[in-house]
């Protein structure tokens, strides 16, 4: 069996409410109570409210207020309230008060579904190790890889720097050598 209650219009910001609404979901309705009395936070008294509203109602529909646990607990946004305030060099700002509307929902632990985030980041994991485990072995690729190239700069005596230097050198000479060659065979 399944009960909600719904605050609206309440008078704080959603994302701080949605802090406090996020420690309760999937516990039972006592420890949440118990969480939400000793949570510091303005939103925690308004939503101790609804859920007792929530057991409430779910009381009067028969169900058994020992059993029951919160399944779904979210904050959605209400209507902003917009405000002027004055500022330098005659401008203004505005400032948005906004609002939240608070729903809760109760039911019984057989009925209790997993929230769809948890249900997202057991999937996430998967991917994620599947994900570790090829970054490692191209890890290991590239090291077997790294030590034969090592093993081969050890066996030349000059660094690949000297060496490309003595190239373009080299060529250099070779570029000059053919001009003096033609500069030579003209005259």
């Known amino acids: 069996m399944e009960a909600r209650a719904t605050a609206k219009y309440i008078r704080t910001g959603p994302r701080k409410a949605r802090l406090v609404t996020e420690q309760i979901v999937g516990k039972s309705s006592s420890e949440a109570e118990d969480i939400l009395r000793f949570t510091n936070k303005k ?29 779904q607990a979210y904050v959605n946004d209400g209507p902003t309230l917009k405000r002027f305030r ?25 009925v209790v579904a997993l929230p769809k985030k948890k249900e997202e980041t057991a999937a996430k994991r998967l991917r994620r190790t599947e ?17 034969s190239k090592d093993e081969s700069k050890s066996k030349k005596e000059k660094p690949k720097r000297m060496a490309t230097k003595n190239k373009e050198g080299s060529r250099i000479k070779k570029r000059n050598q053919k001009k003096g060659e033609k500069s030579g065979s003209e005259g």
């Open 43 to 71: 939103a925690s008294t308004i939503i101790l409210g609804v859920l007792r509203s929530a057991v409430a109602n779910a009381a009067q529909k028969g169900a058994k207020v020992d059993e029951l646990k919160v399944s």
């Open 86 to 110: 004055p500022r330098a060099m005659g401008r203004a700002t505005r400032i948005r008060k906004r609002t939240s509307h608070i729903t809760i929902v109760v039911a019984e632990p057989e």
């Open 131 to 147: 994900r570790s485990k090829k970054t490692e072995e191209k890890k290991e690729g590239r090291l077997t890889r790294s030590k």
